[in-house]
């Protein structure tokens, strides 16, 4: 089961329970670092062998497996249930495979709201037009900060 603490107001530690996701640190309003578990997970500039170093283009905008720099595509490793893909720097859209898992309710080009069902699969919480926070709590494991300001939990 993942656990996500927030540490205070511009920080946010989540931990996977398996080996096939990430482990995503904001340390700041502009920085983020994503350790993967393994070494073609991330594209950056190393560290070690086994932790990469991701550092968005700006408040808006992430670099960690990127198509085209403005664009990240996010899949779980196992039952393929979630597409996280931004269109845009402060837009992300997620669509289940499965349609039983996630509901997700737009309210505008720049917000996105995604609660689930039964509250055992994905938590998708947006604090404002730029930051959504998504909480799997299975093996299913897709996260994406877009973030420069604080970070609400659904209750």
Avoid: A, N
Wanted: aromatic fraction near 6%.
């Amino acid at each position: 089961m993942t656990v996500c603490i927030p540490h205070d107001h511009d920080s946010l530690e989540c931990i996977p329970h398996d080996h096939d996701s990430l482990e995503c640190i904001p340390h700041d309003h502009d920085s983020l670092e994503c350790i993967p578990h393994e070494y073609d997970s991330l594209e950056s500039t190393p560290h070690d062998h086994d932790s990469l170093e991701c550092t968005p283009h700006d408040h808006d905008s992430l670099e960690c497996i990127p198509h085209d720099y403005d664009s990240l595509e996010c899949t779980p490793h196992d039952y393929d249930s979630l597409e996280c893909t931004p269109h845009d720097y402060d837009c992300l859209e997620c669509t289940p495979h499965d349609y039983d898992s996630l509901e997700c309710t737009p309210h505008d080009h720049d917000s996105l709201e995604c609660i689930p069902h039964d509250y055992d699969s994905l938590e998708c919480t947006p604090h404002d037009y730029d930051s959504l926070e998504c909480i799997p709590h299975d093996q299913s494991y897709c996260m994406v900060f877009l973030q420069y300001q604080t970070i609400k939990r659904m209750p």
